[in-house]
Nanobody, 127 residues
Framework: QVQLVESGGGLVQAGGSLRLSCAAS????????MGWFRQAPGKEREFGAA????????NYADSVKGRFTISRDNAKNTVYLQMNSLKPEDTAVYYC????????????????????WGQGTQVTVSS
């Protein structure tokens, strides 16, 4: 069982930056691939970024590629999402997710592949 708690959301002007954190409970965090998803008002939840449990592989949605960076610190049981050059269309609730996997090099993009989810943190980007 893994519990995930996101933090770092807030209100920022377009062009600004935020760093989201997701703290995970459990002793086997280093064997969980992690992902960030987001859900804008009136829209379905969508993939944002993912990282393998080794940290060596990442995947990004085209909409955030080049602006967002996912990283993890297994010693701190935490995954991060650094968001730069934010746009109003990035406004959403951001969720982190965890997937138990024996494959240390895989970064998963499909929502259905994840086993655990956090409660989400709101990010609002004003124009």
């Amino acid at each position: 069982q893994v519990q995930l708690v996101e933090s770092g959301g807030g209100l920022v002007q377009a062009g600004g930056s935020l760093r989201l954190s997701c703290a995970a409970s459990g002793r086997t965090f280093s064997r969980y691939a992690m992902g960030w998803f987001r859900q804008a008002p009136g829209k379905e939840r969508e993939f944002g970024a993912a990282i393998s449990w080794s940290g060596g592989n990442t995947n990004y949605a085209d909409s955030v590629k080049g602006r967002f960076t996912i990283s993890r610190d297994n010693a701190k049981n935490t995954v991060y999402l650094q968001m730069n050059s934010l746009k109003p269309e990035d406004t959403a609730v951001y969720y982190c997710a965890a997937k138990s996997t024996p494959w240390g090099t895989r970064a998963y993009v499909a929502e259905g592949e994840y086993d655990y989810w956090g409660q989400g943190t709101q990010v609002t980007v004003s124009s």
